[in-house]
């Protein structure tokens, strides 16, 4: 209750995000410049590729193009909120167009995505965070001191079927917390997987010319010292024992997702502050090479991957299935002849691990319960890590958390990796709006209006306390346009034409709280208290609604961003911003506003407040007319 | 006492409109309707945008023997061709793709089979006056894809799940279930008002379609939150039965619901002025309309099909059960030594259907009225009553 204090604390928020919206984020330009949102494909065109798709030298299936269209969709879509729009084209070409000038990115979004088996041989969790900024070395009972290798806890694998059982790959981005550290920790002196011993300098892919000079100057901008210390690194750094080991890597974390490509794999794997975001973000087919080890991520882990011994090319079919004596969905998996003594080898080698060899630790902390597992990646991303349930020599099944629709997607990856198709980037050119300035004029009319009627309303019908609507709204809109700036620029949220409409949309939805609020506290003041009571009150229990009621909203925004891609991801991200915004300003404004107009005389006139008329009197004017309005 | 005219008592939370006690009424129209609809899924079906069906695209030069076409006459030109053929044909906003000598515009249109769009190609070659080498056409798949339609789906269940838990936790379950039946009212008229009249279903559509889940339940968790305060504790009385007690939490908050679904509605109805009036059609356009007809449907369904569902689904509930027969026993023994009440004089702007309690020799309290008792019962929230009010912070 101290309207002074939450006016304050709004006033830091404000000051907080406009020096961030002029100054931090890669601002960049005079000052109206960095107020500029980034504006999407519709309103301000930008960049269009086309890529023209071959499988096996000939014209592509539909089903593998829509596959592909589905595969470069991802790749847009790991850009960042941007609304991009990927469409084929004729039988053979695909057409992907970015907002405002996106060249280098879509530059590498023409690798053809390779599938590759790789067996499993290191687990670590993604400890970047902690080693950037260890806690504070008092043993404080938060314990946020993280096992180095504790994973994100896996659902253990259902289905004792007779072959590789798989958890999902995690499609729904769900990160388990962490596991307790397992104990058995890969002893340095078994860093080498066990069979295929790659020397502990493990032969990285040759570096081009162009990689050998950005290694130089990552090594430059790392300092000899962290970088003879990430060399010496043998095992991933345990952070469990001294919080304090991530820090001398700590310029390690600052590095870009093409500069995290050069180093080493041993290196990218060991290095506590090298994040899973950062290995997301190197280029694609960073990790396409079949002779060399690779780093990867899985489920909120970094693991370490061998040589893939299979390859997509190897597969033959993939097909889901209803197992029909365990009723689950399973995916079935043949190999063509050549393929088939590949993946039996390495079926071999998995299932008959014995706990000595790194790759059966590292499957213990996935969740594996007593053998090696196989880790299938199709372009950046770990699809499934099946655990090997035995020498499979003939139709192999993967079992797991299924669903049809799960199966069917993962089936369609092995399928999709069997004969991967391949791109030939066409030209690249730029677009010009569809919709352009008229159209988003009249959304921002559109907008104008929408306030206006919202403030004329609120005036009419709540007299002076429309005011302070009309002024909370402005604020909201203000903090909204302070957020679209800096998202633009630091995470890719671009504000179409859609995204326009749905801020207008949410002026109606904030100026409902007020509405409940002022009604709470005409009910209050019916019941015949004095406005000075009644605020606190009324404030008390339509604080307890509008929580309810925009707690649903954000849920709503939270799910579809997190589940979706593409358009509905942007105006999830939008719908949840506005609320958000929205819930400040009525906790940090109208609240202590209001707590101060309750003190004053005219509050209490009923003529000024609109409140008064809740005071029943014989000399009620009929107000019929209203009706008509309402 | 004179009564004051309806707006007014509407403006007090007291216009004691009959609503819940009408329950069979709301239910058979409601049942009408989704059969409508329904029926007009299977037999009209979706028209659907060129984002979501594919199309064909065409590519005009913008260099002509005539001096340099703008947007505009490209996009023109362009629905001339197709319309000719297809009188059905829907084109997009054209896109001008490159910049100089080799700029051309790239206009997306409706589906056409290969022959009508070779004759459409033939057509805009002959209109424009550009060699026929010049001017491309290409089928082209959706823009929406599937994955982003079948992850939006995902997300949907997803969501419906967690409210229903949440809902479940923050009331009870028969609300949960009320709110939902609401929800799916409100999604399945809309869906059915697009089927029949046959607007074009794209992006922007759906992306409005996915706001009004929030903003349906938003309106129904509010209505619900007022029917949870007026019967905490109400099977401690005798004076109300359960539907009463909803039905006057739907008259208190009726205030509220219109003022929210104009609030609401304001910016939405503003967003489609612009769209429709000044544009004639678009993205703007496209998100007003399915807003206002779901909103529109959010605040009719959380006044006339929420609380009554709920209510419907309380009174199969034992406790709720005893409690209303209860209550409508100690009516029919209190109103037999209750002398029939006078006819009142009634403002002219209320008929006599919108009222209850007004049949004479019922004492049935009319909703929102005050109890007779001492002022400190009000049952109107947070009364220092007798009534246990719960725990508030």
């Not at chain 1, 909204?480 to 109606?508: D, E, Q």
Request: charged fraction near 15%; glycine fraction near 10%.
């Amino acid at each position: 209750m101290h309207p002074g204090r939450q006016l304050a604390v709004l006033g830091l928020v404000f000051v907080v995000l406009y020096l961030a919206v002029f100054f931090a984020g890669g601002a960049k330009g005079s000052f109206t410049d960095r107020l500029e949102p980034k504006l999407g494909l519709d309103l301000v065109g930008g960049t269009q590729a086309t890529y023209i798709a071959s499988q096996q030298g000939g014209v592509p299936t539909q089903e593998a193009m829509k596959t592909a269209q589905e595969i470069i969709e991802s790749r847009v879509n790991a850009l960042g909120v941007s609304e991009a729009e990927v469409v084929i084209q004729g039988n053979n070409t695909i057409v992907v167009s970015l907002a405002g000038e996106a060249e280098d990115q879509l530059k590498d979004l023409s690798q053809a995505a390779n599938m590759r088996f790789r067996l499993l041989t290191g687990v670590t969790g993604d400890v970047a965070a902690t080693a950037v900024n260890p806690p504070a070395p008092t043993p404080s009972a938060s314990g946020a001191a993280p096992s180095a290798s504790a994973p994100a806890a896996a659902p253990s694998a259902s289905g004792a079927a007779p072959a590789a059982t798989a958890k999902p790959s995690a499609s729904t981005g769900g990160q388990g917390g962490g596991a307790p550290a397992p104990s058995g920790e890969p002893s340095p002196a078994a860093s080498a997987p066990a069979a295929a011993p790659s020397e502990p300098a493990a032969a990285p892919a040759p570096l081009s010319a162009d990689n050998k000079k950005l290694l130089a100057d990552v090594e430059k901008k790392i300092g000899a010292k962290a970088w003879t210390a990430a060399e010496k690194l043998t095992a991933p750094v345990d952070l469990s024992t001294d919080t304090k080991a991530g820090l001398p890597f700590k310029e390690f974390s600052t590095l870009s997702g093409a500069e995290v490509n050069v180093l080493p794999a041993k290196m990218q794997y060991n290095v506590p502050t090298i994040s899973c975001d950062q290995l997301n973000q190197r280029p694609n087919g960073a990790i396409d090479d079949p002779n060399a080890e690779v780093v990867a991520c899985y489920s909120g882990a970094k693991v370490l991957l061998d040589k893939a011994e299979v390859i997509g090319d190897d597969i033959a079919d993939a097909t889901p299935q209803l197992d029909q004596t365990t009723g689950q969905w399973v995916v079935s998996l043949d190999f063509k002849s050549a393929g088939q003594s590949k993946w039996t080898e390495l079926t071999r080698k998995a299932f008959n691990a014995t706990s000595a060899d790194p790759c059966y630790t590292a499957a213990t902390q996935i969740g594996a319960s007593q053998h090696c597992a196989v880790a299938v990646v199709l372009d950046k991303e770990v699809i499934s890590a099946p655990e090997i349930q035995g020498v499979l020599s003939g139709q192999s099944q993967i079992t797991g958390d299924f669903n049809a629709a799960t199966a069917k997607e993962l089936a369609d990856k092995l399928k999709f990796g069997a004969i991967p198709v391949n791109f030939e980037a066409g030209p690249m050119e730029t677009v010009s709006a569809t919709l352009g300035i008229q159209q988003l004029e009249a959304g921002l009319l559109a907008a104008a209006i929408g306030l206006a009627l919202v403030a004329i309303y609120s005036f009419f019908y709540y007299r002076l306390l429309g005011t302070v609507i009309f002024l909370s709204l402005g604020l909201s809109a203000l903090l909204t346009f302070g957020a679209l700036v800096f998202l633009g620029r630091t995470m890719g949220f671009t504000l179409t034409l859609a995204g326009i409409a749905g801020f207008i949309v949410s002026l109606g939805v904030a100026a409902d709280s007020f509405v409940i609020y002022f009604e709470r506290l005409k009910d209050e003041i019916h019941e015949g208290r004095t406005p000075r009571s009644a605020v606190p009150r009324a404030w008390q229990r339509a604080r307890r609604t509008i929580i309810s009621a925009n707690m649903i909203t954000i849920l709503c925004a939270v799910v579809l961003y997190v589940v979706s891609i593409g358009a509905v991801q942007g105006f999830a991200f939008a719908m949840g911003l506005s609320v958000v915004l929205d819930l400040l300003v009525v906790f940090l404004f109208r609240h202590p506003i209001m707590t101060m107009f309750a003190n004053t005389k005219a509050f209490m006139s009923p003529r000024v407040s609109g409140l008064g008329r809740v005071l029943r009197t014989q000399s009620e004017e009929p107000t019929s007319s209203r009706v008509k309005e309402a | 006492m004179a009564r004051p005219g309806l707006a007014t008592r509407l403006y007090q939370g007291e216009a004691n409109l009959n609503i819940v006690g009408r329950r069979k009424l709301w239910f058979t129209i409601a049942a009408a309707l989704i059969a409508v609809s329904i029926g007009s899924f299977i037999i009209r079906g979706f028209e659907l945008g060129i984002e979501f069906a594919g199309g064909t695209s065409f590519t005009v030069p913008v260099a002509t023997a005539e001096g340099d076409l703008t947007q505009e006459e490209a996009e023109q030109a362009v629905e001339r061709a197709v319309t000719s053929v297809d009188p059905e044909a829907e084109v997009h906003a054209a896109q001008q793709v490159g910049t100089g000598d080799s700029a051309s515009y790239k206009v997306r249109a409706s589906a056409l089979t290969a022959a009508e769009a070779e004759e459409a190609k033939a057509a805009l070659v002959q209109d424009l006056g550009v060699s026929a080498d010049d001017v491309s056409d290409n089928q082209v798949s959706s823009a929406w894809g599937d994955a982003v339609t079948e992850k939006a789906i995902l997300g949907l269940v997803i969501f419906l799940v967690l409210v229903v838990a949440y809902l479940i936790v923050r009331f009870e379950w028969r609300m949960a279930v009320a709110a939902l039946a609401s929800l799916m009212f409100d999604l399945l008229m809309t869906a059915g008002v697009y089927s029949l009249v046959g607007f074009e279903v794209t992006p922007s559509t759906v992306i409005g379609f996915l706001t009004i889940l929030g903003y349906s339940l938003y309106d129904v968790v509010v209505v619900f939150d007022k029917v949870q305060e007026n019967t905490r504790g109400i099977t401690a009385g005798s004076t109300r039965t359960y539907a009463e007690a909803t039905n006057l939490a739907v008259n208190q908050t009726l205030m509220r619901s219109l003022n929210t679904g104009l609030v609401a509605l304001l910016p939405v109805g503003g967003l489609l002025f612009i769209g429709a009036g000044f544009l004639g059609a678009g993205t703007l356009k496209d998100l007003g309309l399915v807003l206002f007809v779901g909103m529109g449907f959010g605040v009719i369904s959380s006044i006339v099909f929420a609380a009554p569902v709920l209510s419907a689904l309380k009174d199969q509930e034992p406790k709720i059960k005893a409690h209303n027969a209860r209550v409508l026993a100690r009516r029919a023994q209190r109103s037999g030594d209750v002398a029939p009440r006078a006819e009142r004089t009634r403002p002219a702007n209320a008929t006599e259907s919108d009222e209850v309690g007004v049949l004479a020799g019922s004492s049935t309290p009319r909703p929102g009225a005050r109890p007779t008792a001492k002022r400190n019962t009000s049952n109107r929230g947070g009364g220092a009553g007798n009534r246990p009010s719960g725990k508030r912070r």
